[in-house]
């Protein structure tokens, strides 16, 4: 089965261009996370999304970061307009929503961004 | 808000030990945890997930227990292999998001 498919897994940029990152979930999660990850904060979440719809993005830093999930098998989180401190590798995962909240979570194997 | 605790931050051992890592958080009210490894430049490979009704979790060499109550968790790996070097993860589950610890990282010398 194909786990979270993340895309690109590389990107660099200049400061002040726009940036949109892809995740695939696994077929049949209806949960999806964005994470970031930088040595100095470690893994933090961003937004996730259940059925979805946005639940909680008070993980987002600031208005220049937007995600969306135009459907069940496809989400973005873009970047306008990008600064050298968003420099991270961006995570997705998904897991299936559970009444038990019990499923386990996935992780894809990340978008690396570094900006200019 | 939760907060994850992972201790050791980094440990180094010869191959063949045993050896436990430690995970503590503040908030007893979780639905499971689960336990992961990152390789660098990787991402997390999901290792053991342990329900709230759960004491222990096996999967081969991994052993993980959970004391909700006391809120604390612990990932015993047995005969540790080279192959076993990587950074390790707990995140328990509130019903509506993870809570990361900072990870111990594991080096195992041959």
């Known amino acids: 089965d194909a786990g979270v498919i993340q895309s690109p897994r590389h990107e660099v940029t200049e400061m002040g261009q726009e940036v949109t990152l892809r995740c695939k979930p696994i077929?049949?999660?209806?949960?999806l996370f964005w994470y970031r990850q930088t040595m100095m904060r470690g893994l933090e979440l961003l937004i996730y999304?259940?059925?979805?719809?946005?639940?909680?993005d008070s993980g987002m830093p600031e208005d220049r970061f937007s995600a969306k999930m135009p459907n069940a098998s496809f989400s973005t989180l873009k970047i306008q307009p990008s600064e050298p401190r968003d420099s991270a590798v961006y995570f997705c995962a998904s897991k299936i929503l559970s009444g038990g909240n019990t499923g386990e979570l996935f992780f894809g194997e990340g978008s690396r961004l570094t900006v200019l | 808000k939760q907060e994850v605790t992972q201790i050791p931050a980094a440990l180094s051992v010869p191959e063949g030990e045993n050896l436990v890592l430690n995970c503590s958080f503040t908030?007893?009210?979780?639905?499971?945890l689960q336990w992961f490894r990152q390789d660098p430049g990787k991402g997390l490979t999901s290792l053991l997930l342990i329900q709230s009704s759960q004491r222990e979790q096996t999967s081969g060499r991994l052993n993980a227990s959970l004391d909700k109550s006391s809120g604390r968790s612990t990932l015993y790996i047995a005969a540790s292999q080279p192959g076993d070097s990587a950074t390790y993860l707990c995140a328990p589950y509130t019903g509506n998001q993870f809570y990361f610890g900072t990870g111990t990282s594991l080096t195992v010398i041959p």
């Open positions: 077929s049949g999660h209806n949960s």
């Open positions: 908030d007893s009210a979780i639905y499971n």
């Open positions: 999304f259940n059925n979805n719809v946005p639940i909680d």
